[in-house]
């Protein structure tokens, strides 16, 4: 069977701080769809990113699997990231590219891959 990831779906408790973050912050721009319990972002050719609003005493799960988007520039994001105060840990070097970890508000995983200058 070929065919491609249509999405990535995380759950969220605040959705408007998730929608900030994931709107400006990482620089995803204007949602293609936005409502109050599910939001739609495009990340790639056909690929979108969509939060999806749950109740705030609902128990989620240990997250499994996370996002990595592969950038060109990553200081400016990195001090917009600093100043949400999320925890990073740079990861080592791989296949010619940065990594690094972080988590979004409600505290899901993602990664931010940087090409290395040199190569």
């Known amino acids: 069977m070929e065919g491609q990831i249509y999405s990535l779906v995380l759950r969220v408790r605040d959705m408007q701080k998730c929608r900030a973050f994931y709107r400006d912050t990482l620089g995803l721009g204007a949602p293609l769809l936005d409502s109050p319990f599910w939001v739609e972002f495009q990340i790639s050719d056909g690929g979108k990113l969509c939060l999806e609003a749950i109740d705030p005493k ?62």
């Open 58 to 119: 609902t128990v989620i799960a240990r997250q499994e699997s996370s996002p990595v988007w592969m950038l060109e520039a990553e200081e400016e994001l990195s001090v917009q990231l600093a100043a949400y105060r999320l925890p990073e840990q740079k990861t080592p070097t791989i296949i010619g590219y940065a990594v690094t970890a972080y988590r979004d508000p409600e505290g899901n995983v993602f990664y931010l891959s940087v090409k290395n200058k040199e190569e």
